[in-house]
């Protein structure tokens, strides 16, 4: 029986008719450069959400006070009348933030079709936000005030945020270009 190769044979060659393969360093070098621009890619989503979320809590604090506002004065009986007038308030605050701010590289430059879907999917996170407090205040009859604030502004803009946030990110101020995000 034939002695079996060293170790180092089997290791280091290989047949003539195997494709090379490349060095390890050039693998290595290319992958930097991948890693960088992953790394500034997240960077730049994170700065993106970090704006969005800024921009949200601005308008969330606008939304809150304009919709007790009204349920303690001119709509002390209508809270979903309540809700869609501060959300109307909250929209314009939304959108001027987003615009300028959280998506001010993409925003494209027909302004009255931008604000044209804006304002449709701020019609979807409304429709949202109402549904949870239709449910909880007319099907569930938690009517008290603090019920109210929990399912609009707590369950309801939970939703409608995170709809709200992949509806700008794909539809409205979406790039012209077709890059990936």
Same mark, same amino acid.
């Not at 450069?33 to 994170?46: C, E, F, G, M, N």
């Given at each position: 029986?034939?002695?079996?190769?060293?170790?180092?044979?089997?290791?280091?060659?290989?047949?003539?008719?195997?494709?090379?393969?490349?060095?390890?360093?050039?693998?290595?070098?290319? %992958? /930097?450069?991948?890693? $960088?621009? =992953?790394?500034?890619? +997240?960077?730049?989503?994170?700065?993106?959400? #970090?704006?969005?979320? &800024?921009?949200?809590?601005?308008?969330?604090?606008?939304?809150?006070?304009?919709?007790?506002?009204?349920?303690?004065?001119?709509?002390?009986?209508?809270?979903?009348?309540?809700?869609?007038?501060?959300?109307?308030?909250?929209?314009?605050?939304?959108?001027?933030?987003?615009?300028?701010?959280?998506?001010?590289?993409?925003?494209?430059? %027909? /302004?009255?079709?931008? $604000?044209? =879907?804006?304002?449709? +999917?701020?019609?979807?996170?409304?429709?949202? #936000?109402?549904?949870? &407090?239709?449910?909880?205040?007319?099907?569930?009859?938690?009517?008290?005030?603090?019920?109210?604030?929990?399912?609009?502004?707590?369950?309801?803009?939970?939703?409608?945020?995170?709809?709200?946030?992949?509806?700008?990110?794909?539809?409205?101020?979406?790039?012209?270009?077709?890059?990936?995000?």
């Amino acid at each position: 029986m034939p002695d079996a190769p060293a170790l180092d044979e089997r290791v280091t060659t290989r047949p003539a008719d195997a494709p090379a393969v490349a060095p390890a360093a050039s693998s290595a070098s290319s %992958a /930097v450069p991948a890693r $960088a621009a =992953v790394s500034a890619r +997240v960077a730049s989503r994170l700065r993106e959400l #970090a704006t969005f979320g &800024l921009v949200g809590g601005i308008a969330f604090v606008v939304d809150v006070g304009v919709y007790n506002l009204l349920r303690l004065t001119l709509l002390d009986d209508k809270p979903i009348g309540a809700k869609v007038v501060s959300v109307i308030v909250a929209t314009a605050v939304a959108w001027l933030g987003n615009r300028y701010l959280t998506f001010r590289a993409d925003r494209g430059r %027909a /302004v009255l079709k931008e $604000a044209v =879907v804006f304002g449709l +999917v701020n019609v979807g996170g409304l429709a949202i #936000a109402s549904l949870c &407090l239709f449910v909880s205040h007319y099907v569930l009859g938690h009517t008290s005030q603090l019920a109210d604030n929990i399912a609009a502004n707590g369950v309801g803009l939970v939703l409608g945020t995170a709809f709200r946030y992949v509806a700008y990110r794909w539809f409205v101020f979406a790039p012209a270009t077709a890059d990936v995000r």
